[in-house]
């Protein structure tokens, strides 16, 4: 059973750090748009890639503590 809760809580907190960092994207690129600054575009990609790497980083340590990994992460069998 606590193997099951330490994976369920890295497997939520990897959804809620992505919807966070999905957040603080979408924000970079919106300022990028009003204010016409390109710099913020180069901040909104910076924070695309660190959301997605966190992401994956929580759910595969999520996976070791019996979790499944979502599709996109899956190996296939051939």
Do not use: E
């Amino acid at each position: 059973m606590k193997r099951f809760v330490i994976g369920f809580s890295l497997a939520l907190s990897a959804w809620v750090c992505a919807g966070i960092y999905l957040i603080l994207t979408a924000q970079a690129l919106g300022k990028a748009v009003t204010q016409g600054n390109a710099a913020f575009l180069g901040d909104a990609a910076f924070l695309l890639v660190l959301g997605v790497v966190s992401w994956a980083v929580l759910l595969y340590l999520g996976s070791l503590f019996g979790i499944r990994r979502p599709r996109l992460m899956r190996k296939k069998n051939r």
